[in-house]
């Protein structure tokens, strides 16, 4: 089990103006943040990144709207970070995530959701990869 995983605070939440109380949520938690910023992706760059979703039918609108406003990527690192970071995350739907979650608090729907987590080990290195260079992670 790896000690990284990557994050995304999404720009509904960036919107809202919840990125802060998020980050503090983050620390909070017992997560170290390795590497941080606030981009404002392109849809294709929000394509690249959710090219395993290509296909199914909220694609469009995911890519949409992940590249309609900044959003600020996170490298974090907690022992267990993957299942660590996706338990303070919550459910995907928020309709289902438990109290005391992320997306309980800050997601308004399945779509707009507040945060993105890694799935896997694996796919927690190949995002770090997308948005960070080697020095951009401390
Ligand atoms: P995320 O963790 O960023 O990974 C893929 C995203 O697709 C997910 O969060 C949701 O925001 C979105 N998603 C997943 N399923 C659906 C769905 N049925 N309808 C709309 N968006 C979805």
Redesign the pocket.
Known sequence: MSNLTFG?I?PDAVKKGVQGSIIQRILNNGFKIRGMKLIHQTRKQAEGF?EV?RGK??YD??TEFMSSGPCVVLALEKENAVPEWRKLMGA?NPAEADEGTLRKEFASS??E?AV??SDSDENAAIEIAYFFSKLELV
């Open positions: 995304i999404k959710y979703h039918p909220f609108e995911l995907t399945i779509g959701n993105h987590g």
